[in-house]
């Protein structure tokens, strides 16, 4: 199962992005949806994520306040508004989705069975 991202670019500093990822219809029963990210030379880190059931989001204390991740259950879609975007903020972006985490796995990457090719967000000073 491939989950299909878009919205990535070039930014300035204080700029906005907002990110989207589909997961196919059908293709599972989605429980989480988040995203992570992966600069070179680093590990994939957590940005947010979200529950499918009652919407509860998540989110990493370096984006806090400046991102907001939200989903549209019809659309099987999750998006991520990136606000006030930083040069730290530059990354691989990457979707993830499971059918089945448990909430206090959330914030660990390999607890996500399904991802996005992933797609470059590059903040300039």
């Known amino acids: 199962v491939q989950l299909v991202e878009s919205g990535g670019g070039l930014v300035q500093l204080g700029g906005s992005l907002r990110l989207s990822c589909t997961a196919p219809r059908e293709a599972f029963r989605i429980r989480a949806m988040g995203w992570f990210r992966q600069a070179p030379g680093k590990e994939r880190e957590f940005v947010a994520t979200i529950r499918w059931d009652g919407g509860f989001t998540y989110y990493s204390d370096s984006v806090k306040g400046r991102f907001t991740i939200s989903r549209d259950c019809a659309k099987n879609t999750v998006y991520l508004q990136m606000n006030n975007l930083q040069p730290e903020d530059t990354s691989i972006y990457y979707c993830?989705?499971?059918?089945?985490?448990?909430?206090?796995?959330?914030?660990?990457?390999?607890?996500?069975?399904?991802w996005g090719q992933g797609t470059q967000v590059t903040v300039s000073s």
């Open positions: 993830a989705a499971d059918p089945s985490i448990l909430t206090s796995e959330l914030r660990n990457p390999g607890a996500y069975s399904y």
